[in-house]
């Protein structure tokens, strides 16, 4: 069984539409996040929830909607989408305990025409 | 801020041979964790291996070992015996003692792997 799953693993769109990735974790884990790593694979956190509230937003546009209906799951809704927003997008959650050692899903990879 | 620098954009090694890859970080924290992250082609995140600050004892997992030198803020993996499934982008993190979500893992930019046979 896979840990942590994302859906879709390839997203393509045009510019202007709405998308939404979902992300779904069945470690038990209370933690959970997006990153985004850019076309120079540079990775980057966006925002982190724990037991569905909010912690981390890291100046991200507001086009941007993270929701966690549930600690298992965390999606991400992205509205009027821009060619700068062409990237990988991963999920991952931390287990508890000291390390809160992250785990990732296989990423998205949204591409914007 | 904490800052993670990989200094070396490409590395290549030869099978079987030893290499090095380099990390610097910046922190004003005493307590923290280092990773070393492997991404494959397939995308894949994958934690190779894992170092707590207050810990002096080097990490080591198989054929992979990290350098920590805390007063240099320094965190190099070392992987022997290189096979060409080593090749990959290598990735050093930095994760603060925070809890509650509040850990955000901050990343080097990363080292691009290759093993020539």
């Known amino acids: 069984d896979t840990a942590v799953s994302q859906t879709p693993k390839y997203l393509v769109t045009q510019m202007g539409n709405d998308k939404s990735i979902k992300c779904e974790q069945n470690?038990?884990?209370?933690?959970m996040y997006w990153y985004k790593q850019d076309s120079k694979k540079f990775l980057k956190i966006m925002f982190s929830?724990?037991?569905?509230?909010?912690?981390i937003n890291e100046t991200v546009p507001n086009r941007f909607s993270p929701k966690s209906p549930d600690k298992a799951h965390l999606n991400l809704h992205i509205n009027s989408l821009e060619l700068g927003d062409s990237a990988v997008y991963f999920c991952?959650?931390?287990?508890?305990?000291?390390?809160?050692?992250?785990?990732f899903g296989q990423g998205t990879r949204l591409t914007v025409v | 801020a904490q800052t993670v620098t990989q200094s070396q954009p490409e590395m290549s090694v030869q099978e079987a041979e030893t290499v090095t890859l380099s990390c610097t970080y910046d922190?004003?924290?005493?307590?923290?964790?280092l990773f070393w992250y492997k991404q494959p082609p397939s995308r894949q995140m994958i934690l190779v291996i894992r170092?707590?600050?207050?810990?002096?004892q080097n990490a080591t997992e198989n054929r992979f070992s990290v350098n920590f030198q805390k007063a240099a803020k320094s965190f190099s993996l070392k992987i022997s015996d290189s096979q060409l499934g080593d090749a990959a982008m290598y990735f050093c993190?930095?994760?603060?003692?925070?809890?509650?979500?509040?850990?955000?893992?901050?990343f080097g930019k990363g080292t691009k792997l290759t093993v020539n046979p």
């Open positions: 470690l038990g884990h209370d933690t």
């Open positions: 170092q707590e600050a207050y810990k002096q």
């Open positions: 929830y724990n037991n569905k509230e909010l912690i």
């Open positions: 922190t004003s924290e005493s307590d923290y964790y």
């Open positions: 993190a930095y994760r603060s003692r925070g809890r509650g979500g509040s850990e955000k893992l901050v």
């Open positions: 991952a959650s931390s287990a508890p305990g000291t390390w809160g050692e992250a785990f």
